[in-house]
């Protein structure tokens, strides 16, 4: 079975991020992402990065993702660091 820390090694190998954090029950995981590699891309675009590094993990091992995808930026303007 899948688990959040599977997912966030996932993420973290394929992409460069300065905040990761994913949580899940096993079936439905919820991840907050945090890179530069956002910058001036559309919210669609920054989940295609994602599903791109997840590869056909997002057909086979991950069922739903639900993500949100920031600029470090953004998340500065959350008021966290």
Not at 7 to 36: K, N, P, W
Not at 61 to 74: D, G, R, V
Request: proline share 4%; with cysteine; hydrophobic share 35%.
């Amino acid at each position: 079975m899948t688990t959040p820390e599977n997912i966030h090694q996932y993420i973290s190998d394929g992409m460069a991020c300065e905040h990761l954090t994913v949580d899940g029950d096993g079936h439905h995981f919820e991840a907050v992402i945090v890179s530069r590699a956002f910058e001036g891309k559309r919210p669609i675009q920054r989940h295609q990065l994602v599903y791109a590094v997840l590869g056909d993990r997002m057909r086979q091992e991950i069922h739903a993702l639900s993500m949100s995808t920031l600029t470090p930026e953004e998340w500065a303007a959350r008021g966290q660091k």
